[in-house]
């Protein structure tokens, strides 16, 4: 039996944390073998600095180095004896399932402009300053008349969002339709229906296109 033969994964021990390798976990077991506690949590270190830049994109959390220790102690299962400089993971932690997160059960009053607006206009509603609160009013309105148009080729006028407005509010946000100033965006001119149906127009007549083409490439071939 040669050395491959005998050397297959199945036949290693199994990989703890797959994203980083069979190298970091036999790095750890090593680490594991030397007797000096010092010299182990010297090598931790380093370890969490090459993880590091393996994974550059943990370096994006501001405890990323929390982060990589706390793996290595999940990769050394959790068999590792050094100075680690964070609360020392246990694996109770790792099998325990995340709280529940609730689910909005509030119903929406106009479900075509989303939550997000809603809790904006909640957020407006709360404003003191006239001035800021103006401003915002109108960036919601002009939300509102942009969403409408794309989605439901509809233009909303000032009057009509006003009345939204108001519904919404619950009465706090008392404007009328000449108080309001739409920005009208540019991209709300090119309707989705439309679009998708020009490009499937667009795409047909390229197919027939080229068709067209191989079956002239067809004619014109000589074959000698």
């Known amino acids: 039996m040669t050395i491959l033969q005998s050397d297959y994964n199945t036949q290693r ?6 994203e980083f390798g ?9 680490i594991q073998s030397f007797p000096d506690k010092e010299k182990r949590t010297q090598w931790v270190h380093n370890l969490v600095n090459i993880m590091a830049t393996l994974n550059p994109e943990i370096k994006l959390q501001s405890n990323y180095k ?10 050394g299962n ?3 004896d050094v100075d680690c400089p964070y609360a020392i993971p246990k694996p109770e932690e790792k099998a325990k399932k995340p709280s529940q997160i609730g689910y909005p059960t509030t119903n929406i009053r106009f479900r075509f402009y989303g939550r997000n607006l809603q809790m904006m206009v909640d957020k407006v509603s709360e404003m003191e300053d006239p001035e800021i609160r103006q401003e915002m009013v109108n960036l919601i309105a002009s939300f509102m008349f942009n969403s409408c148009k794309i989605w439901n080729n509809e233009n909303l006028s ?11 509010s619950k009465g706090q946000l008392q404007i009328q339709g000449s108080e309001i100033t739409v920005s009208v965006d ?9 679009f998708f149906k020009s490009n499937a127009n667009n ?3 390229n ?3 080229n068709n067209n083409k191989n079956q002239n490439r067809g004619k014109n071939f000589r074959r000698y």
Request: a positive charge.
């Open 13 to 18: 021990e199994q990989l703890r944390i797959y």
């Open 22 to 30: 069979r190298h970091i976990q036999d790095y750890v077991t090593q």
């Open 66 to 75: 929390e982060i990589l220790w706390g793996h290595i102690y999940q990769i």
């Open 78 to 80: 959790y068999d590792l």
């Open 158 to 168: 000032n009057e009509v969002i006003a009345e939204h407005l108001k519904i919404l």
């Open 186 to 194: 540019a991209s709300s001119n090119l309707q989705p229906k439309k």
């Open 203 to 205: 795409f047909g007549r």
């Open 207 to 209: 197919k027939n296109t």
